[in-house]
């Protein structure tokens, strides 16, 4: 359909709005944006921004899986309810459900010790460590050069946690252009404070989730501890409260329409910057391939279902995250058309090489850090030309993953003689993932195969990913793959039937029973899936050094290009930030409504009127009496909203933002906390690709319906004060 | 859920706008309220609204089963292209299938033969007859009062049809409180000038029905033609081109955001100045009722579809309809729940009752024609025992109204029965329905039973509907009914095996002979079905017999209420409009969008992006390659809006409309022609009772994407310049 696209960008371009709030800065580039941000409204000082130990980024923390902001000097920290969810869910019991009740500390003695796996990790010190991981890839290529680059990490970062309680890791920028290590405060006794009933802190739940008009309140409030010596300890009632190094200041007045807004938090990944060919090859193949893969996965999940009850519960969890992926990929895809992404994208770049060729570009503007047109291009094309070799076989290796994670009995029988393998070698040079810490998790995975395995639906699945297999062209096959499963429908169900009906990995004890035994028992075992799985591991370990190479290859090779598009970027004043890795970011921009489609406008601000509205009384929709009450009172008192005379829940920002972000503090202009960040819109889940500013929004919770609901509806005045906004 | 509802209203009670725009009126009534108008901006003269043989009322017409309005001194008139789908139909063939191409005359001579049922009603006169058609009924009282006036109203509209070529008809105002007779010239010869494709005429179709926002081009122009002596005539090629008494001139210029606009047609009904114990019954019993029932048939019909292949198919219809009628009713109810109408109409009556015992009523402004309070109540009290009488039987007449309509073969069996009974009578003592003009609509439903019937469904929805009339309590049972279903599951089953095992109405030759048999042969069949439909009449006809007695009771006693709520207006300035009865009323107010939930804003007009972002090749969103072309070309010309600087193709008004008002044209202040309405919204579903200024709207094409389409699209520059809008 290319008029549709042709005339949907038409029609699109003349909306675009004139300036774009993209970009996910490192602290220390905001100097360098003080002018964007002064202009943007920002009161504070830029500058101050960029020193991650002082106020206001020293207050931000990782926080669970998300990110964190301390509110008190008592170690006070808010976060997301759903961040927080696994230390509610570790201090529910059935006849006290904390989930369904909520709860409020009645004073600190009755805070509740967190789940034992939770952590808050405050970043003491973030460095440049670029040349110390370089130094030994120089020269070297390929799986060599990922090699050195791993083990440098490594040392750094066994250097590092030589120090107690830190926590150390080392990401790289611009993909692999520049390296940083991280130092994290580990804190481990982090308890719970404060939460709103699940039926507020995730109200409308699945059916709301990723929708805009929201209504969450999605917060709950944590206290970090620390031992008698201030050092991070384990749970003990003689800890006392962690004094952390800021803390930010909850905002008396909200959001409006147009106001500025900064958030700071954690981004997990994105890809903005990726070659003009990669967005080809995702938008133009992988997107619609993945959709394909798992809805015919999801049909066969569904059919065997139908007729075998046993089986629909125990493949249930698989199949709603094979459903959710499903409907992600092809979001994403609508989105990426929608903002035709793919042609802009590849403007830009052709806009960027033209200029790289030109004389102003030859006069290089950094002395001997600048590489030379040809030799840029030329790196650049040896990037394209390990992108093509991972094309080549991309069909393949979408069906092999999945032949390898969407297989339950399958899967443990590779884990154990993978393990058997690994634990031939000392720790240290074990395959991450594989180490002796590794090693709860694999037997947590084991255990958890018999809720989650019926042999009938894993061969049915296996059947259809080895057809699938089987039709692609004979460049893509794998020999130990065509030795094992034949080469026809029948020679596959033979080997299945035969290989099912045989092993005795279907017994959780069987399983468990292996992982304890040695390694060569374990690879002489003549069990037929253990025999199966070592057939194919040769392949699987080949194909795992073919992608290290490359990988190596791709960390050599694309620094160049990011070289090049940061001069460009220069070349026009415009700063240019790294993708995300789930180091610290900062965003800025504004508090913006939306109009997701002709016709309709989404306002940036939601009122409790519209929980009302969505109350049907079952979940999860059922929002708790003392609310609705509260809201039929209609006695806000300082948390009203006085242009719209009524209290407000949730607000859309145009921040920048991803997975990772949950629980980012939002700030207003003098740097106070106006909001939570728990959510995106439907219509920005292809962001992680392409930034478009018509609708890439971020959900946030108001703190005033967090303050509303601790004044009026589940009262906690003695927090409320510690945080300094007790009620009037 | 009370609190919920509590909730709910106080929230929305502070969004509620000062100003409602609520308003069917009587074109005799808009000299009466021409300062409202000249407030909301009309800058016509009132007065000359109230003339529907002068401009601009006298170029409104009847137009098949809607609305129309003459374009052009040459007979053009513009209406919806769902209404006049069945003239599009007529001239459709499969190797020319003008619905899929859309049809543009290349001249007259080129126009095609409009279906021979389709008609053009032109409004010669409306006069009171109120008189002559209560004379009869003085002092008669229930089933007499209603033949009184039954027999006069046949009377008068027997005297006005001698004239050739003319339609009459005389409608009830206010329930009983006055008559008019209506005069309308019939037109037969109405021809197809020009109709957009369906995929542009019916854009979105059963997916976007009632939803905004809209993309709809949904228009279609005809001509009418009359023969040589100027009176109305069957086709013939002779006849020339009808000469209006007036025409509407097409705006150049569009709708903007809270312009003045003002719509004349044909509402259907509306139950506005119902009483408040009516709105409590509706809201409390009616619409639940209803919809519990029809889900019961609904999962039954599809639990018999789901082994039955054949039954599905041919229940679908019916289960559309079904689904379709369950979906309205509880979008009714919920839209009355959520406007809190029982609340609001008890209190308005209330305070109009308060009013009527006060000294100010007691001073009765017209003399002898005022009530006094207490006869006034007295009455209101008679017309609340007939609603009472009513009640005391509703879920008997729930029940039965399923069992005679829901069924196909036992209605046909009902049917045939009546029909003998009927055809024993003079046809002008027949009943309404089964009058010898009748017959042919008989014959074609007894036929069409064969596509509709399978019998285990119709058994299995009799078990149902006979389980829920068994479950009545004594008082509502019916002895006939008792007696031939007997009193408990297993006796049902035993008779609908035996009747629907042994009846031959299954045939349709059968069917069809019996309609053409001896009404004594009829009577005296002993086929198992019609001696059962035999054994029920008794208690139909009873049960009829008791409705018309009520219905005469409150015809004699309801304009009691009406005169009391028209003093009760009057006292406060106030004009009140009458229900809608399908007689022409004129609405005024403005183009405006509106808030269906928290945090969305539905902009009053849509634009052809929208268009664009809900195609997808595939029907209802096929939109076709000439317009996405045309739309892509972003040449809109003259007809593109200024302000949004693209096309529109949709708006919204606040306008008072109702089923009936299909086609009605929208007028701007100038009284120029802006837009043709085709649909409401679904917020407003319940507006048929209640009038909620915050969500009743109405939806129209906007007649500059009209002149786009036929400009830039599918040209048709002649007939723009016949209607005096050429392309510049």
Redesign the interface.
């Known amino acids: 359909?290319p008029?549709?696209r042709?005339?949907?960008a038409?029609?699109?371009s003349?909306?675009l709005p004139a300036a774009a709030d993209e970009g996910m800065w490192m602290a220390s580039q905001l100097p360098e944006i003080a002018p964007q941000l002064r202009a943007a409204g920002f009161s504070g000082d830029p500058a101050a921004l960029a020193d991650l130990t002082a106020a206001p980024l020293n207050a931000v923390v990782k926080s669970g899986g998300g990110t964190g902001a301390f509110v008190s000097g008592q170690g006070l920290l808010v976060t997301n309810h759903h961040v927080a969810y696994g230390v509610i869910q570790y201090n529910s019991k059935p006849e006290r459900n904390l989930l369904e009740l909520g709860f409020a500390a009645p004073d600190q003695a009755g805070e509740l010790r967190g789940s034992p796996d939770f952590r808050v990790l405050v970043t003491e010190r973030f460095e440049r460590v670029t040349e110390r991981v370089l130094k030994a890839a120089a020269g070297k290529k390929g799986l060599d050069y990922f090699d050195a680059v791993d083990s440098a990490s490594k040392a750094l970062v066994a250097e590092c946690e030589t120090q107690r309680g830190r926590r150390c890791s080392v990401a790289s920028m611009d993909y692999g252009a520049e390296f940083y290590r991280i130092q994290q405060l580990e804190l481990r006794d982090v308890r719970l404070v404060y939460a709103p009933p699940s039926a507020i802190g995730k109200y409308g739940d699945e059916i709301d989730n990723f929708m805009?008009?929201?209504?969450s309140g999605d917060f709950t409030l944590l206290r970090a501890y620390v031992g008698a010596d201030g050092q991070p300890a384990d749970y003990s009632p003689d800890n006392k409260p962690y004094t952390p190094p800021g803390h930010l200041q909850i905002a008396r007045d909200g959001p409006r329409d147009g106001d500025f807004a900064m958030l700071a938090g954690y981004p997990g990944i994105t890809y903005r910057h990726r070659l003009a060919s990669e967005f080809a090859e995702r938008i133009g193949w992988g997107l619609a391939a993945n959709v394909d893969l798992l809805d015919a996965l999801i049909a066969i999940i569904e059919r065997e279902g139908a007729t075998d009850k046993d089986a629909a519960v125990k493949y249930a969890s698989q199949l709603a995250s094979l459903k959710n992926n499903s409907k992600r990929f092809s979001g994403e895809r609508t989105g990426l058309l929608r903002s035709d992404a793919q042609r802009l994208r590849t403007d830009a770049e052709k806009a960027m090489l033209d200029w790289l060729r030109s004389d102003a570009a030859a006069r290089c503007d950094s002395g001997a850090k600048c590489l030379s047109a040809a030799e840029t291009l030329r790196r650049i094309g040896l990037v394209q030309a390990q992108l093509d070799a991972a094309s080549a076989t991309r069909e393949r290796d979408l069906v092999l993953g999945a032949i390898l994670n969407q297989t339950q009995l399958l899967r443990a029988a590779n884990t154990l003689q993978r393990l058997a393998l690994e634990r031939g070698k000392p720790d240290a040079k074990r395959e991450t993932g594989y180490q002796r810490r590794d090693e709860n998790l694999i037997e947590a995975q084991l255990k958890q195969v018999q809720r989650r395995y019926a042999a009938g639906t894993e061969q049915a699945l296996l059947l259809e990913l080895l057809r699938r297999y089987r039709a692609l062209p004979a460049a893509q096959h794998v020999a130990e793959f065509d030795a094992a499963f034949g080469s026809d429908e029948a020679g596959a169900r033979a080997v299945l039937a035969r290989v099912y009906g045989a092993t005795r990995l279907g017994d959780e004890a069987a399983r468990l029973e292996l992982l304890k035994a040695e390694p060569a028992s374990v690879r002489a075992d003549d069990d037929a899936l253990l025999v199966l799985a070592r057939q194919l591991q040769p392949a699987l370990l080949r194909l795992e050094q073919e992608r290290k190479q490359r990988e190596g290859e791709l960390q050599r090779l694309r620094p160049a290009y990011m070289a090049a598009l940061k001069r460009w970027y220069r070349s026009q004043q415009r700063p240019l930030f790294p993708d995300a890795n789930a180091t610290l970011r900062v965003s800025y921009g504004r508090v913006s409504g939306f109009s997701p489609?002709?016709?309709?406008?989404?306002?940036p601000?939601?009122?409790?009127?519209?929980i009302?509205?969505k109350?049907t009384?079952k979940e999860p929709f059922n929002a708790p009496?003392p609310l609705?009450?509260a809201?039929?009172r209609?006695d806000f008192g300082d948390t009203k909203d006085p242009a719209l005379?009524?209290q407000t829940v949730n607000f859309l920002t145009n921040l920048d933002t991803t997975g990772g972000n949950s629980g980012s503090p939002v700030l207003n202009a003098r740097g106070e906390l106006i909001g939570l960040n728990f959510d995106s819109n439907w219509e920005s889940v292809s962001a992680s690709w392409w930034f478009d500013p018509r609708y890439k929004r971020a959900v946030h919770v108001d703190m005033r319906y967090l303050r509303f609901l601790m004044e009026k509806v589940y009262p906690a005045p003695a927090l409320l004060a510690e945080m300094g906004v007790a009620a009037p």
């Not at 805009?212 to 209504?215: G, I, S, T």
């Not at 489609?597 to 306002?603: A, K, M, N, P």
């Not at 601000?605 to 519209?610: E, F, I, L, N, Y």
Request: charged fraction near 15%; proline fraction near 2%.
């Open positions: 359909m008029l549709r042709l005339v949907l038409l029609c699109l003349l909306a805009w008009p929201r209504h489609r002709d016709g309709v406008q989404y306002q601000v939601t009122t409790v009127a519209g009302v509205e109350h009384g009496e609705l009450a809201i039929a209609g005379n009524t």
